[in-house]
T-cell receptor
Framework: AQSVAQPEDQVNVAEGNPLTVKCTYSVSGNPYLFWYVQYPNRGLQFLLKYITGDNLVKGSYGFEAEFNKSQTSFHLKKPSALVSDSALYFCAVRERGSGNTGKLIFGQGTTLQVKP | DVKVTQSSRYLVKRTGEKVFLECVQDMDHENMFWYRQDPGLGLRLIYFSYDVKMKEKGDIPEGYSVSREKKERFSLILESASTNQTSMYLC????????????????FGAGSRLTVL
């Protein structure tokens, strides 16, 4: 079965420190991978995606993610965290066989807390 | 700026009531989706639509139906609301794959938080 796992419910980091939010996936073939962020009382916002090409993908707000095929991972990273990065982060993979719809399967979400 | 608008941010309904959640997008997207968000469970797909009057079940369609009479509007219907349908409901849209560089990206509305008493 196709799936996405975010092993940490919450990640705590001090402002200015690097942050990593972990994501692993299980899908046959080449995956299309995504990260979204949700601020309180808001919908999800797209951060970045990996379709093909370089394993390091750069996205919005200084975030980047590294695709690792051998470890089936797509961890989200940022070199220096900001308090304003505190939010709920979702990893997602495009469902294989979803035709033209591009349906996504989402992980359970990781709450990032950045403390001053 | 691209936009997905969900008409109700907060709703409180009683068990057994019929509930309509409306979603409108102004991006001429073919695909529209309804997800349900619950803590610890992430987002789960209820229904999606890839064209007017076309719909397909997602992972948790039980207790829900949808309507897409116009391209820009996708409605989620709870025929008889139950307390276990208390949740945050998120609508999203995307263009058909292959039609643009953003074709893999879903644009989400702000969400509708439904409480069923």
């Amino acid at each position: 079965a196709q799936s996405v796992a975010q092993p940490e419910d919450q990640v705590n980091v001090a402002e200015g420190n690097p942050l990593t939010v972990k994501c692993t996936y299980s899908v046959s073939g080449n995956p299309y991978l995504f990260w979204y962020v949700q601020y309180p009382n808001r919908g999800l916002q797209f951060l970045l995606k990996y379709i093909t090409g370089d394993n390091l993908v750069k996205g919005s707000y200084g975030f980047e993610a590294e695709f690792n095929k051998s470890q089936t991972s797509f961890h989200l990273k940022k070199p220096s965290a900001l308090v304003s990065d505190s939010a709920l982060y979702f990893c997602a993979v495009r469902e294989r066989g979803s035709g033209n719809t591009g349906k996504l399967i989402f992980g359970q979400g990781t709450t990032l807390q950045v403390k001053p | 700026d691209v936009k997905v608008t969900q008409s109700s941010r907060y709703l409180v309904k009683r068990t057994g009531e019929k509930v309509f959640l409306e979603c409108v997008q102004d991006m001429d997207h073919e695909n529209m989706f309804w997800y349900r968000q619950d803590p610890g469970l992430g987002l789960r797909l209820i229904y999606f639509s890839y064209d007017v009057k076309m719909k397909e079940k997602g992972d948790i369609p039980e207790g829900y139906s949808v309507s897409r009479e116009k391209k820009e509007r996708f409605s989620l219907i709870l025929e008889s609301a139950s307390t276990n349908q208390t949740s945050m409901y998120l609508c999203a849209s995307s263009p058909l794959l292959g039609t643009s560089s953003g074709a893999n990206v879903l644009t989400f509305g702000a969400g509708s938080r439904l409480t069923v008493l």
